[in-house]
T-cell receptor, first 112, second 117 residues
Framework: EDKVVQSPLSLVVHEGDTVTLNCSYEVTNFRSLLWYKQEKKAPTFLFMLTSSGIEKKSGRLSSILDKKELFSILNITATQTGDSAVYLCALDTQGGSEKLVFGKGTKLTVNP | KAGVTQTPRYLIKTRGQQVTLSCSPISGHRSVSWYQQTPGQGLQFLFEYFSETQRNKGNFPGRFSGRQFSNSRSEMNVSTLELGDSALYLC????????????????FGPGTRLTVL
């Protein structure tokens, strides 16, 4: 069964800290790994990673995928209170039922 | 451009009842997916529709069903509600058919919060 595990489940930091969120997976066949930010209701898209080793960056956020070791990380530097949210990792599976398989998320709280 | 809209936003039902949730995709989007989000299981895929046809289905019992209309609007129905069906139901729309590897073009709606008493 396809499985996505995120760690830690929750994290509390101070503004300005750097955080690393982890996503490991046991998925045999997938097209891409995606990261989302969920603040209240609707998850919003952050990154899509398809190739191993290529870092994606957007401002203070960056992400990388390691297909050999079966994990991805999401880094946030110089955190702000507006970064407080649940961060979700998902794999776009292929073969059989094609779907997004999500991890349970990491709840990040950034205190001023 | 208006985003994905879901109605109703909140709903309270009792065990044994049935419920219908509605999702209007972004204009021009023809693919609609449904997800269930609970604290215990996280976000889980229910089903995906494109051009009025169910293209993919998750591991949920037959009490969960859906359909898509010719204008791409979608509904999902849950019959014989159980306490465990209490969840946030999210809908997402995309302009591309399933299997294109372009999930980054999928946008989520705000969800319907269903409470089963």
């Amino acid at each position: 069964e396809d499985k996505v595990v995120q760690s830690p489940l929750s994290l509390v930091v101070h503004e300005g800290d750097t955080v690393t969120l982890n996503c490991s997976y046991e998925v045999t066949n997938f097209r891409s790994l995606l990261w989302y930010k969920q603040e209240k209701k609707a998850p919003t898209f952050l990154f899509m990673l398809t190739s191993s080793g290529i870092e994606k960056k957007s401002g203070r956020l960056s992400s990388i995928l390691d297909k050999k070791e079966l994990f991805s990380i999401l880094n946030i530097t110089a955190t702000q209170t507006g970064d407080s949210a649940v961060y979700l990792c998902a794999l776009d599976t292929q073969g059989g039922s094609e779907k997004l398989v999500f991890g349970k998320g990491t709840k990040l709280t950034v205190n001023p | 451009k208006a985003g994905v809209t879901q109605t109703p936003r909140y709903l309270i039902k009792t065990r044994g009842q049935q419920v219908t949730l509605s999702c209007s995709p972004i204009s021009g989007h023809r693919s609609v997916s449904w997800y269930q989000q609970t604290p215990g299981q996280g976000l889980q895929f229910l089903f995906e529709y494109f051009s009025e046809t169910q293209r993919n289905k998750g591991n949920f019992p037959g009490r969960f069903s859906g359909r898509q209309f010719s204008n791409s609007r979608s509904e999902m129905n849950v019959s014989t509600l159980e306490l465990g069906d209490s969840a946030l139901y999210l809908c997402a729309s995309s302009p591309t058919p399933p299997g294109q590897g372009r999930r980054n073009e999928q946008f989520f709606g705000p969800g319907t919060r269903l409470t089963v008493l």
